[in-house]
């Protein structure tokens, strides 16, 4: 099937869709960039976003990948598909990382965006979250914003659109993390699919899903609640660092050739 507008979503976690469960679809996760492509084929369905025909979608993310893979992995593999729109988010892996050249990293990104701009496809690219909320996290607040700012530049650059993650002060808000704390949940991913659709100039909007109350804990249950997630989540993430594990190294892009998104 021919598709005049053609979605490739490239990343890590992110854009692969963690904390969004759905055992239904490929890597049992359903994720932002699914839905985005879903409502564009909705909104546009005898007709591309340039009304010339369908919509489709791939999406090549996947969970742990570092720069340097998705550059080398994902870029020449969307570009051969003739994208008229890419979705791209990288490097907050290797931010993650004890050592990181941010410097060269983005220098390397900036290529890999000079690529995907060559195509002609509308670029979208994203900032990195700013985790000063999390205790775990917000040590690498600093590292974020030098990425964000040489991010701004490069994106600039290369004419890509910069969807501005650091900013969405929403994400403060736990209800919208899943039970690891570090992927967003169904409803995350919903708001962030609205926000990409805000970024592309489209009406439609995905309802909300009606958050549950914020429970009210005693400072031993919250105690509890941190060792138990420790225990489950963050021991083992960072011992598949220690060990330089990537969490992804079984797995196989979600949806790996064009189709529609619509099922």
């Known amino acids: 099937m021919e598709f005049s507008t053609r979605y490739v979503a490239l990343g890590d976690s992110f854009t692969e869709g963690l904390g969004d469960t759905d055992p239904a679809l490929p890597n049992q996760v359903r994720g932002w960039a699914d839905r985005v492509a879903e409502q564009l084929a909705l909104a546009h369905p005898d007709d591309s976003l340039d009304s010339l025909g369908p919509v489709g979608y791939a999406n090549l993310a996947i969970r742990g990948k570092k720069m340097n893979q998705i550059l080398t992995e994902q870029i020449d593999v969307a570009v051969a598909m003739k994208p008229t729109l890419v979705t791209i988010y990288s490097g907050i892996n290797d931010i993650l990382r004890p050592k990181v050249d941010i410097d060269a990293m983005m220098a390397r990104y900036s290529d ?65 993390w899943g039970i690891d704390r570090m992927h967003m949940s169904t409803a995350g ?35 509890k609640d941190n060792a138990a997630w420790t225990r489950e989540y963050v021991g083992p993430w960072v011992g598949r660092r220690l060990r330089g594990v990537p969490s992804g190294d079984n797995l196989s892009a979600r949806w790996p050739v064009l189709h529609s998104p619509l099922r």
């Open 189 to 223: 991913h919903i708001n962030m699919a609205n926000r990409v659709l805000e970024q592309l100039g489209e009406t439609v909007r995905i309802p909300a899903p009606d958050l549950p109350a914020i429970p009210v804990r005693t400072t031993a249950e919250t105690l």
């Open 112 to 176: 890999g965006l000079a690529k995907l701009a060559a195509t002609g496809a509308r670029v979208l690219v994203f900032t990195g979250f700013d985790a000063s909320t999390s205790k775990i996290f917000t040590s690498i607040r600093g590292r974020t914003a030098i990425y964000n700012e040489l991010l701004r530049e490069v994106a600039q650059s290369h004419g890509a659109e910069l969807v501005d993650y650091w900013r969405f002060r929403e994400y403060n808000d736990w209800r919208l």
